[in-house]
């Protein structure tokens, strides 16, 4: 499975969000569940699923689905 | 580390003073209220940062200053008060991003880079309702961007959850943790559970705020509580802080050194405090309490880089402690005043 889709599918579970959702394009606080509490619980699974840390900056700054591709791929966390 | 305390007075002061008569001119130009209020001081020429025009901090609980339009407004950050108005601050993106960064580079000068793993002296509970969080929720979570693993030490009925906190210190118990609570749940739960429970705390590091009039109806005051945690935890990594919501990206931090029976606390490189006498508005000498004001570069949505709280506070020493500038201590709530802080969200204590 591609980096997108193991990420596409850790969001789908950690947000809990429906079939019509547009992951990819997705955006901090375009929706509900992507709030502060929900970032804290997707921060966690992505990290599980990826077996990466993140710094506290980077948890800050992960403002979309495409910014944590890109923070997954300098991190080196291969599909 | 990177540090956001590492300024001597001298150099902050040269280096705030050019940065705050901008940001005074700039809010004249934005808001009128605030080019207004100004106005019946007169033109100010400010030599020193004594010398700025301040506006008292009831003054966002009263009127909605800001500096940009309605359309930009990104976010409205509120206080918490229980009782009276509450201060409403408007930010736009800008102010919020620097709130954001401000914030995490001065919890990073006492955490590093890294998410430490993180028990929480609160409970579950507070965000049963997630469509509204009370101001302690809110205050929590922003604190939970700088760790991973959250523990809370209550559980969803508020009771504590000693397995929870003994399976947290089993696995993390022998790095570096990060400790966040309100002081008095810190003391209450936190402590009554490390101790009961014979926890070790020692490789800890406790950031704390909140205020003290509970503990000091226990006669508990900063160095008992440190001596306590100390003794009975190991724990001996402790930050109190300090700060409020008028000023976005500030909090005044309790430096490695605290002993005193107050916290003592300093300003990071982008702000300041003054101590003035409450009769003639003079600036007090160091050692003298006073009323706090509090200055900071970051207000750039709202008129707030200079305001005077309703704390009083004092002035220990400048340049003499383990970090540089002023080492103050906040002495609790001036007489009367009726303005309330974030620590009076957890029940009707006064």
């Not at chain 2, 580079?105 to 965000?127: E, I, N, W, Y």
């Not at chain 2, 306590?228 to 490695?256: A, C, S, W």
């Not at chain 2, 201590?329 to 007489?335: E, F, Q, T």
Request: a negative charge.
């Amino acid at each position: 499975m591609s980096l997108n889709d193991r990420l596409k599918n850790v969001f789908v579970e950690a947000l809990e969000l429906g079939e019509d959702v547009d992951v990819e394009n997705l955006k901090y606080r375009d929706i509900e569940a992507w709030d502060s509490l929900g970032h804290m619980t997707l921060v966690a699974a992505i990290e599980d699923e990826f077996d990466v840390q993140f710094e506290t900056e980077q948890v800050i700054d992960m403002s979309s689905f495409k910014v944590a591709v890109d923070m997954l791929e300098k991190l080196g966390a291969n599909a | 580390m990177s540090s956001v305390f590492t300024l001597s007075q001298a150099e902050r002061e040269k280096l705030l003073l050019p940065e705050l008569v901008a940001l005074t001119e700039h809010h004249r130009t934005h808001s009128p209220e605030y080019d207004r209020l100004l106005g019946a001081l007169g033109t100010v020429e400010a030599k020193t940062l004594a010398d700025l025009p301040w506006l008292p901090v009831r003054l966002f609980k009263q009127h909605a200053i800001k500096s940009i339009t309605e359309d930009d407004v990104f976010k409205v950050l509120t206080s918490s008060g229980t009782t009276g108005d509450v201060s409403r601050i408007f930010l736009d993106k800008e102010a919020a991003g620097t709130q954001q960064k401000m914030l995490s580079a001065t919890m990073q000068s006492v955490l590093g880079p890294k998410r430490l793993p993180m028990l929480l002296a609160d409970t579950k509970a507070l965000f049963t309702n997630r469509k509204s969080f009370s101001a302690r929720g809110a205050g929590v979570l922003g604190m939970m961007n700088f760790g991973r693993d959250h523990t809370f030490i209550l559980d969803e009925q508020e009771k504590p959850d000693p397995e929870a906190v003994a399976a947290f210190l089993a696995k993390h118990g022998g790095e570096p943790f990060l400790i966040f609570g309100f002081t008095f749940m810190a003391w209450l739960y936190l402590y009554e559970l490390a101790k009961e429970h014979k926890l070790d705390l020692s490789n800890g590091i406790l950031i704390h705020s909140g205020g003290w009039k509970k503990l000091i109806d226990q006669s508990v005051d900063n160095a008992e509580f440190r001596r306590r945690f100390k003794e009975d935890t190991g724990l001996t990594r402790i930050h109190n802080f300090y700060g409020m919501v008028e000023q976005i990206g500030v909090i005044y931090l309790e430096g490695p050194d605290s002993t005193g029976s107050s916290a003592e606390l300093y300003c990071p490189d982008h702000a300041d405090i003054i101590i003035r006498d409450p009769e003639t508005w003079a600036e007090q000498p160091v050692g003298v309490p006073g009323v706090v004001e509090v200055i900071s570069t970051l207000p750039k949505s709202y008129p707030g880089h200079v305001l005077l709280t309703e704390d009083l506070g004092v002035v220990h020493g400048i340049d003499d402690g383990a970090w540089p500038g002023k080492r103050f201590s906040i002495l609790g709530r001036l007489p009367k005043a009726e303005a309330r802080g974030c620590s009076d969200t957890f029940g009707g204590d006064k």
